[in-house]
């Protein structure tokens, strides 16, 4: 082995003094950059006008900064419709549209029931009461944000491209399942059974009138049907058998694919399977102490297919809290968990990680109509109005102090128990709006 002196040194040695400086100048390099990021990070609260609707884009620069890199952004309310969080949620979506930083957008609503919203905001002849009425679930469909939403979305996407117009969807179940009183769970098999319908084949016509059938029974009871046509009163073999009836709904469809376009194919088959979805739900909400832990797992299977419809595409989803967070406990008296199941948010985060950014939702009291107020019994809720003593902001918590990082309960106490939260795990950002008013229908 030969040696070249150079200038004292050996060419080993010169070799080992270089790679040692670059060593150096790299980890200088990053300890500086990791520095800087640390100082950007500001923990200070972005303080919100009164009026919520009309957030100025400058307001929403730090969180734009605070949502870089996420690709599900969960903007949640902490009880549904109040004004100020849908206030909130319609300027921070516009914001997002304008900056091209989404083009998807998910509401706590039915999947099939989205189809005519979607189908509206891309300039669709349709009436935007109908819309409201038949595509929005649970009745929410009567708060003003949500029509003042779809007519703001209907304008930006006016003489676009379809690639670059934003795109509508509900992730729940399908037919307002969870709801009893409002409840329509044939819904989902009635619009995939119009696919079957379309194509006229004998296989098609014997397979609808096995569904059709089925359907009256399609019901908890407990919305004011005919007490003779419940699900209660199906034998367990009658399920079995429309269970296979609807897999065998779902073969068809899935046989029959090179008749259907991509779109036809893709929500026909979707349709059929929140069908599925709903016979499992019926048979679990009559058990005794339900704690509908289906309706989560289903909302997030909904999301996935929705994602996978829109190629991956960043997405805005809106719910409530209890949906939206990453982490949720509830509690009964005697101390017993009532959530041992995933939520919609923990389903999220635990397959996208930090790519799922959620928005957390608080207030300190709520207004629900003339001369009733109500004190939200958070002591989360309390500690935020007492350490930033402001009204309406939003802040990237500091989730090494205390204030974030101890278990907490929130919200008032549900069905299911009262409600806990680790806050440092729970969400990402935190809006903080100290009186929130329910809507009112005009």
């Known amino acids: 082995m030969f040696f070249t002196k150079f200038g004292g040194t050996t060419a080993m040695n010169q070799s080992k003094i270089i790679k040692k400086f670059f060593y150096l100048f790299f980890a200088t390099a990053f300890f500086l950059s990791t520095t800087q990021c640390n100082q950007r990070v500001s923990y200070k609260p972005v303080i919100l006008p009164a009026n919520l609707s009309a957030i100025p884009d400058d307001s929403f620069a730090p969180l734009g900064e605070y949502l870089e890199g996420a690709e599900i952004i969960g903007i949640s309310e902490a009880t549904h419709g109040m004004n100020e969080p849908l206030d909130f ?16 957008i998910a509401f706590e609503s039915g999947l099939s029931e989205s189809r005519i919203v979607n189908e509206y905001i ?3 002849r349709i009436g935007i009461d109908a819309v409201l009425k038949k595509g929005i679930s649970y009745g929410f469909g009567d708060f003003k944000q949500n029509k003042h939403l779809l007519i703001w979305l209907r304008k930006i996407n006016w003489n676009k491209p379809k690639e670059d117009r934003v795109q509508f969807y509900g992730f729940d179940m399908v037919g307002n399942a969870p709801n009893p009183y409002e409840e329509n769970p044939e819904l989902a098999l009635l619009e995939s059974m ?4 379309k194509l006229k084949t004998t296989s098609g016509r014997k397979l609808l009138v096995q569904l059709k059938s089925y359907l009256p029974y399609l019901h908890s009871g407990k919305d004011g049907n005919d007490p003779n046509f419940r699900f209660e009163r199906l034998s367990q073999q009658q399920k079995k058998e429309l269970i296979n009836t609807v897999n065998d709904l779902i073969k068809w469809i899935k046989d029959h694919k090179n008749q259907f376009t991509n779109e036809e194919f893709n929500w026909g088959l979707q349709l059929a399977k929140c069908g599925l979805q709903n016979i499992y739900f019926l048979q679990e909400i009559i058990q005794p102490n339900s704690d509908q832990h289906l309706r989560e797992k289903f909302m997030f299977n909904n999301l996935q297919w929705i994602m996978r419809m829109e190629n991956d595409r960043p997405i805005v989803l809106f719910g409530h809290l209890a949906h939206m967070t990453k982490e949720l406990n509830a509690y009964n008296e005697d101390g017993k968990n009532m959530l041992p199941h995933p939520m919609l948010g923990e389903y ?4 996208y990680g930090n790519k799922y950014q959620v928005i957390g939702n608080f207030f300190s009291y709520a207004k629900f109509d003339e001369g009733t107020d109500s004190l939200d019994i958070s002591t989360f809720s309390r500690k935020i109005e007492q350490h930033y003593k402001a009204a309406n902001f939003y802040l990237k918590p500091d989730k090494s102090k205390k204030l974030f ?11 299911v128990g ?3 939260m680790n806050p ?4 990402d950002i935190l809006l903080f709006t100290k009186k929130q008013h329910f809507y009112k229908k005009k």
């Open 418 to 420: 009262d409600l806990w």
């Open 405 to 415: 990082s101890t278990p907490t309960k929130f919200g008032t106490p549900s069905f």
């Open 194 to 197: 119009k696919f079957v319908r």
């Open 424 to 427: 440092a795990n729970g969400f």
């Open 89 to 104: 949620r319609n300027s921070l979506i516009k914001y997002l549209v304008k900056k091209h930083r989404v083009r998807i």
């Open 122 to 124: 891309n300039g669709g």
């Open 348 to 351: 999220i985060g635990k397959k």
